[in-house]
């Protein structure tokens, strides 16, 4: 672990300066700092509600996943990551403040979800298909790159080549029978309850990140290399936490 050490460090600096700054995307860096424990986060979650539920079942399936906006044209929202959990699609969107909650966005994925797996897909697939048309652009190779890393986790890596079609097919009749769901990965814990209320039985689920440390659940689940890398990860997000934020700036404030 002492190779990326340094590494870490850097990155801690320049992330943790960046986060402070006006107008930087925090969700971006975040994102790019806990995708490889995804998998892990939502297999600890959802096991507190299915004991039956293991790291096998879940598969982080894509990121930034294409939703339907209703335009003509396949304009598109994105969802900042599309997981499999046996044969249930979840709908994960990281948040890492209060004000990057958005009622429109929130509406427009519980409408994803109501309207079904089936839809979800075929829009993916549609794209596809415009992108087939124009291979040698920049975005039609990101999409094909995110379809084949789909592919491999859907088969296991087990499956060279599959048609669009083929796979298209796998999918729907995978998942199409079961209800999909929504996750959101949050950087503390939320304060806006009532923002995660989808009706009076029902909330949007949570992970919360600076408490992961803490979950013995997600921390067994990590192989020893990634627990290495979580220890160097969790305390980029702890200086990222809204209280180590308003201290140092407190701090800052008082010094001048």
Not at 53 to 67: Q, R, T, W, Y
Request: charged residues 35%; contains cysteine; proline residues 2%.
């Amino acid at each position: 672990m002492n190779e990326y050490q340094a590494f870490y460090e850097m990155v801690k600096k320049w992330t943790v300066n960046d986060y402070r700054t006006q107008a930087i995307k925090s969700e971006v860096i975040i994102d790019m700092l806990i995708s490889d424990f995804i998998e892990e986060m939502v297999t600890a979650r959802l096991s507190e509600i299915d004991s039956k539920i293991s790291l096998n079942d879940v598969k982080l399936l894509a990121k930034e996943f294409p939703i339907d906006i209703g335009s003509s044209d396949l304009r598109n929202a994105k969802v900042d990551f599309l997981v499999s959990v046996k044969d249930r699609l979840y709908l994960i969107e990281l948040k890492t403040s209060e004000d990057s909650h958005s009622s429109d966005q929130k509406s427009r994925m519980l409408t994803v979800v109501d309207d079904g797996a089936e839809d979800l897909l075929d829009f993916f697939f549609r794209i596809i298909a415009g992108k087939r048309r124009k291979p040698s652009k920049l975005d039609s190779k990101k999409y094909f790159y995110t379809l084949k890393k789909m592919q491999n986790k859907f088969y296991n890596d087990e499956i060279n080549f599959v048609s669009d079609e083929q796979f298209r097919h796998n999918l729907i009749q995978k998942y199409s029978n079961t209800e999909m769901d929504i996750i959101y990965i949050e950087l503390s814990e939320p304060k806006n309850l009532d923002f995660l209320k989808i009706d009076n039985d029902k909330n949007i689920k949570t992970i919360v990140l600076n408490k992961l440390d803490t979950c013995d659940k997600f921390k067994n689940l990590l192989s020893d290399d990634k627990k290495d890398r979580w220890s160097l990860v969790s305390q980029i997000i702890a200086e990222m936490s809204p209280e180590t934020k308003s201290k140092i700036f407190r701090n800052n404030n008082n010094d001048k």
